[in-house]
């Protein structure tokens, strides 16, 4: 064996001419374009491999713990894909907007959208078809991905396979949070303590907010009023009274997965917590960082040819804006860091001794 055979050297120099027959009929600028582009797709096959891998993982009943410990070393890994994925927008800015479009016209047609990878991360996921920003001119993202004449591609049967699979990695691990033991008591018993904290810091915030500004009792008021709509609102939402909901999960096992989320995180510093609060710290890292890749996509697209209309027929910037703000998965991982309270005010609980480590007596 020997390097070139095994990367298949020769095979993948010759993966860069484009529309041409030859690269060498393929000038420097759109040779970087299709070499950084090549390089995304082979970043997100190694993404799905280990979304595919984590979501086995949660398909365990129970799941172990080093199946934790593995689940949150793909999110690791995959954060760090990003942040290199991150970077290769540095190079694609390289191309001044007159490069570019010394070659654009010919990609019309052509577009990231289409990439089955990145739909199929999405699926993945479980990011919801309701979620989804139309491209501009075909009825759905699928539509997206057929073939010039309307027929099907092998990227639309890639996504379509994607589509039949058993449940997505926010299911499973939604799923696995509703079989979380929660302290002492139920779910709810414990939220209901834990609201208490809320308003004791409520009642504690309004006095501190009165003895330091010395405002005027109207402008007071305005605070008050604040602090206990926010109050009202973090009860919304832990006893799952607001309008979000997960598909296929009853109100009761909404409830179980916002009190696991308080408390792993709340408990966090109980030993036997540990892998669980890794593995949700490296899930939300994980999609921290597509966010952020998002973002940087549109700011290079804005940056290199500002804000025309896209190949594919989207509405550019515009559209890779939207979906840096609407294509969040893990909406309740996000949502519980509002309602988390300071150290002295989390609630005691009996049971904490039934997650630290113990040595058994001979």
Not at 57 to 75: E, I, R
Not at 312 to 335: E, H, I, M, P
Request: hydrophobic share 40%; with cysteine.
């Amino acid at each position: 064996m020997n390097y070139w055979d095994y990367i298949k050297v020769e095979e993948l120099l010759r993966l860069q001419s484009g529309l041409r027959s030859d690269d060498s009929e393929v000038n420097n600028d759109e040779t970087l374009f299709i070499v950084v582009h090549q390089i995304y797709e082979l970043w997100f096959k190694l993404v799905i491999r280990e979304l595919d891998q984590a979501c086995s993982l949660f398909d365990q009943k129970p799941v172990p713990d080093m199946a934790l410990a593995q689940a949150t070393k793909s999110f690791r890994r995959i954060s760090t894909i990003f942040d290199q994925a991150i970077s290769h927008f540095a190079v694609m800015e390289t191309l001044s907007t007159r490069d570019y479009l010394g070659f654009r016209d010919s990609l019309i047609g052509a577009s990231g959208f289409q990439s089955a990878q990145l739909r199929e991360i999405e699926i993945i996921l479980g990011l919801d078809e309701g979620q989804r920003i139309s491209l501009g001119v075909e009825g759905s993202y699928k539509d997206a991905l057929k073939a010039m004449d309307g027929s099907s591609s092998p990227a639309l049967a890639r996504v379509q396979r994607r589509l039949t699979q058993k449940a997505s990695l926010r299911t499973l691990i939604y799923r696995w949070l509703a079989r979380t033991p929660v302290a002492d008591g139920s779910p709810i018993e414990f939220l209901e303590r834990f609201l208490d904290g809320h308003a004791q810091e409520v009642e504690a915030r309004i006095i501190s907010v009165s003895e330091k500004m010395q405002l005027p009792e109207a402008d007071l008021e305005l605070w008050r009023a604040r602090y206990q709509r926010d109050f009202a609102n973090t009860r919304k939402f832990l006893l799952a009274e607001d309008d979000s909901t997960l598909e296929g999960f009853t109100k009761e096992e909404r409830i179980h997965v916002r009190a696991a989320l308080v408390f792993l995180e709340s408990y966090r510093d109980l030993p036997r917590l540990a892998w669980p609060r890794e593995a949700l710290d490296a899930l939300l890292e994980m999609e921290q960082k597509m966010i952020i890749w998002r973002q940087r996509h549109a700011r290079m697209v804005e940056r290199v040819i500002g804000r025309r209309t896209g190949t594919g027929g989207s509405a550019g910037v515009d559209y890779l804006d939207q979906t840096a703000l609407r294509y969040r998965v893990f909406g309740d991982v996000w949502a519980v860091r509002t309602v988390l309270l300071k150290r002295e005010s989390v609630p005691t609980i009996a049971n904490a001794d039934d997650f630290r480590f113990r040595i058994q007596d001979e």
